[in-house]
């Protein structure tokens, strides 16, 4: 018994990842990183395009080159999608040699990197330095590690220069498979231990890549994932030119009220977890052991609560070995994405140095644990106590009793896992039985107002793909029907049958490309437009001169167009006063410049014309203006404008809310009356849209611009955009929806009209104030997010709801609950929510 306790208290001496032995290829070189996983903001030409950036090898022109000469300002960068998170330890770069014809190699670069997509951070050696030395010559590879290393699914490198020069480069990364799963922990600062006689030693998390906040640490990954094993002296290190104590995370027991320090783990997915492996200091010369206990509770969604049976493991304090060593807790196979631990003191201070998580990917919820509990006390201890007695007495009674035990609760499970089968199989036939069932009961059971909706394409009526995706929620949908009774713009209006012969099936290709527009973002939805009656005394606004339009970054790409951001010389002079352009001081102006492809087809070509004029009808301080266009030649091109600070997303993931500790360190902030503000202005121009009849159908932070001044411009642009790919669900491999912020009609019936807009509008307040930290029902994937709009549908109380953001005013978050109603005519109207946020934002 004291040899297992031992192994349970000593654990492995090694990490959990080695940084020395994570050393492999990832896949540039040998290809296993695929075309399509490699993307950059721009490139000189086809042959020197992001794919061949592979190290060692010389297809193409022999290296990806960014477009132009690079500026010491430019912000160029080739990145990689690994498809999975990854242990990234080291990165070797080469420039372009082409077998003697080339001679441009990059001096110094920078790397940032990302788990989710979405927020990005800069990767910084252990003493802040962010720059990283490369080539000197177009030949040589060049070998650098990282101290510390990455953990991520993507990453960036960005070329440096001092100098206005040409670059190229070819690279390959070298880790492993990150199989922790873990993307984030938060705890309280780590704290300084100041003794007579001894050095200062800082016990803070100084590779943190999260954000500080009050004192405690939130949302990244640090020292305690970085592979490196503090020594049984905490004062030495395994690092050089480090302080005393570096290698370590620490707390004092006095500082932290509770008498435990609280961590919380999330991960990248739902797991079955079967142990922790923390490495702790026991130096209790210095007043330093290992916890006494710690309890873990566990959340199988990030949305939902804490459950309240918890893991809790008491370990053996050692007051004879001051050895640091691992502490291996045993987690019962618990399912969880979540877990919140509380470490408790057994003596004046605690110190961490590593802590890694042992687990299952494929998940078995937790059956009622407390059921269990109770019809098999002790069952983890059972076998290792069976062992030990039969060891000592074969014929011992006490065997036959843990025995029958024993195969009493393994019946017991046996039973559970035949019922939970039958069930399954009952659902899937009642199911088929709901399919098969006479179309005609199921129109009468539909309410009887009928609504004035847009319809994807009012002609097709196959409802096949639909059924075959969601074979549950679309019979289910189709009950509904034309139910509620929004007042909306009309473009086709119908009766209950109609309704049934051609709103349910839109999960058509056909259907969803034609909403997605020739450059892959969102057409407004308006009343009908004949394509016959366009011409050009149509557009209202001037031709602009071609040549004048210098190409600067591709901001995306849709099915028959791309989307550029240009410099446009001259434009001011050629709108004359009263232009909505911001103040240059004489410099050229930065415009996005809607492209169509020389393949486009002719309706293509005539979907093109229309929504030019479409969008030459729009005029308010808060809609993105079409400036002018190009389209006396071939490429058509519409010119909108275009603001300094990018879209919303991208600005508020890069800041945090102000306090005094921003203030201290200059880290960019926002306040929250600079979200109210926001929110208004989103409301005022999402108010001029409905006005006009206007269906936006794609509405979100990632297609709100911001000027310097914070002024909001709503555009269309998210979805041509590869940055926001994951915010979108593909469709039979092309189309591509915004499912995660779209109401249960537009995924069921395909209905987009202003109400459906409204939703979408109460999803875009939640980004706002969780600073677009986090995806909508990020726990969910896109299927389970289709699945809930079936809950919506079905209003039995089982839908889930995004969780109030910790910024938001409880008043303000009602408001989004009520934005998200099962019924339309329960949602607020774009002209109460104005007046609704007026008064937040003017307090």
């Not at 080291?90 to 990197?113: I, K, P």
């Not at 232009?579 to 050229?588: I, Q, S, T």
């Not at 479409?614 to 809609?623: E, G, K, T």
């Not at 108010?687 to 009849?693: G, H, I, K």
């Amino acid at each position: 018994m004291l040899f297992f306790l031992l192994l349970v208290l000593q654990g492995n001496a090694h990490a959990q990842i080695d940084p020395a032995h994570c050393r492999y290829p990832l896949g540039m070189e040998d290809g296993r990183i695929k075309d399509d996983d490699i993307t950059a903001s721009s490139q000189w030409y086809e042959t020197t395009g992001p794919q061949y950036a592979r190290l060692n090898r010389e297809e193409g022109d022999g290296a990806w080159c960014p477009a132009g000469l690079l500026q010491p300002s430019d912000v160029q960068f080739l990145q990689l999608d690994l498809r999975q998170l990854t242990f990234i330890t080291v990165v070797g770069t080469q420039g372009r040699h082409a077998h003697g014809t080339g001679n441009e190699f990059a001096r110094m670069y920078r790397l940032d990197y990302s788990r989710d997509g979405e927020t990005w951070k800069s990767w910084k050696n252990r003493l802040g330095n962010k720059i990283m030395e490369a080539n000197d010559n177009a030949y040589a590879s060049v070998i650098k590690d990282l101290h510390p290393p990455i953990i991520a699914r993507y990453l960036r490198l960005i070329p440096v220069t001092k100098l206005p020069t040409t670059v190229c480069m070819r690279m390959e990364l070298y880790g492993c498979p990150w199989h922790d799963g873990l993307t984030g922990y938060s705890s309280p600062e780590g704290q300084v231990m100041a003794a007579p006689g001894y050095p200062i030693s800082n016990l803070n998390d100084s590779t943190y890549d999260g954000y500080h906040e009050r004192r405690k640490l939130f949302g990244g990954l640090g020292q305690l994932t970085d592979g490196v094993i503090g020594q049984d002296d905490f004062l030495l290190t395994r690092q050089y030119h480090v302080w005393p104590g570096y290698d370590y995370v620490g707390w004092r027991n006095e500082s932290l009220g509770p008498g435990y320090v609280e961590m919380e783990f999330v991960f990248d997915r739902p797991r079955n977890f079967t142990s922790m492996k923390v490495h702790c200091n026991n130096m209790f010369s210095r007043g330093v052991k290992i916890f006494s206990e710690v309890s873990c509770a566990f959340k199988p969604r990030l949305v939902a609560d804490w459950e309240p049976q918890q893991a809790v493991f008491r370990t053996v304090l050692d007051d004879r070995n001051p050895s640091a060593r691992y502490v291996t807790v045993p987690l019962g196979r618990r399912a969880a994405k979540a877990l919140r631990c509380r470490f408790w003191f057994a003596d004046a201070w605690m110190m961490f140095s590593e802590i890694s998580f042992q687990s299952a990917d494929t998940v078995i919820p937790t059956l009622v644990p407390p059921l269990m509990t109770t019809s098999c006390p002790k069952l983890e201890t059972a076998i290792p106590t069976q062992r030990m007695e039969t060891t000592a007495a074969s014929k011992d009674p006490a065997e036959d009793g843990s025995t029958s035990i024993l195969i009493g609760c393994l019946v017991t499970i046996i039973l559970l896992l035949v019922l939970i089968i039958f069930l399954i199989l009952w659902c899937q036939y009642v199911c088929k039985v709901l399919e098969k069932a006479p179309r005609r009961i199921l129109e009468e059971e539909m309410d009887p107002p009928y609504e004035r909706v847009f319809l994807l394409d009012p002609q097709y009526q196959d409802p096949s793909v639909l059924r075959h995706k969601l074979p549950e929620l679309s019979q289910s949908a189709e009950s509904s029907g034309c139910g509620g009774g929004y007042a909306e713009p009309d473009v086709t209006q119908c009766t209950p049958h109609q309704c049934f012969q051609s709103s349910v099936p839109h999960y058509a290709e056909t259907d969803i490309v034609n909403l997605q527009g020739v450059t892959g973002s969102n057409m407004y939805a308006v009343p009908a437009l004949t394509v016959d009656s366009l011409t050009r005394k149509d557009i209202s606004v001037a031709e602009f001169p071609r040549h004048r339009l210098i190409f600067r970054e591709k901001l995306g790409e849709g099915q028959f167009g791309e989307v550029h951001l240009c410099e446009a010389e001259g434009l001011a002079e050629f709108l004359g006063e009263g232009a909505p352009l911001p103040e240059r001081d004489g410099k050229p102006v930065l415009v996005a410049v809607k492209q169509l492809r020389a393949d486009a087809t002719n309706n293509a070509r005539n979907d093109f014309l229309k929504e030019i004029k479409i969008m030459s009808r729009l005029n308010d301080p808060n809609i993105i203006q079409l400036l002018c266009v190009c389209v006396s030649s071939d490429p058509l091109c519409m010119v909108t404008e275009y603001m300094e600070n990018g879209d919303l997303n991208m600005f508020l993931s890069q800041r945090e809310i102000e306090s005094t500790l921003t203030h201290a360190n200059n880290i960019p902030s926002v306040s929250l009356s600079d979200l109210l503000h926001m929110s208004v202005q989103i409301s005022s121009g999402m108010r001029y849209l409905a006005s006009l009849n206007f269906v936006h159908r794609d509405l979100a932070t990632r297609n709100c611009l911001l000027d310097r001044r914070l002024t909001i411009k709503i555009a269309d642009f998210g979805m041509s955009r590869n940055l926001y790919s994951s915010d979108y669900y593909r469709i039979q491999g092309r189309a591509v929806l915004p499912i995660r912020w779209m109401a249960w009609e537009s995924i069921l019936l395909g209905k987009f009209t202003t109400a459906s807009d409204v939703w979408a509008f109460g999803v875009t307040l939640w980004e706002i104030f969780t600073l677009c930290k986090e995806q909508p029902y990020s726990l969910l994937s896109d299927e389970q997010v289709i699945e809930n709009t079936g809950e919506f549908f079905r209003n039995q109380g089982r839908q889930i709801f995004l969780s109030a953001p910790p910024l938001c005013p409880p008043s303000l978050f009602e408001l989004m609950m009520r934005c998200w109603s099962r019924d339309i005519r329960d949602r607020p109207t774009f002209d109460r929510l104005h007046q609704a946020l007026r008064p937040h934002a003017s307090q």
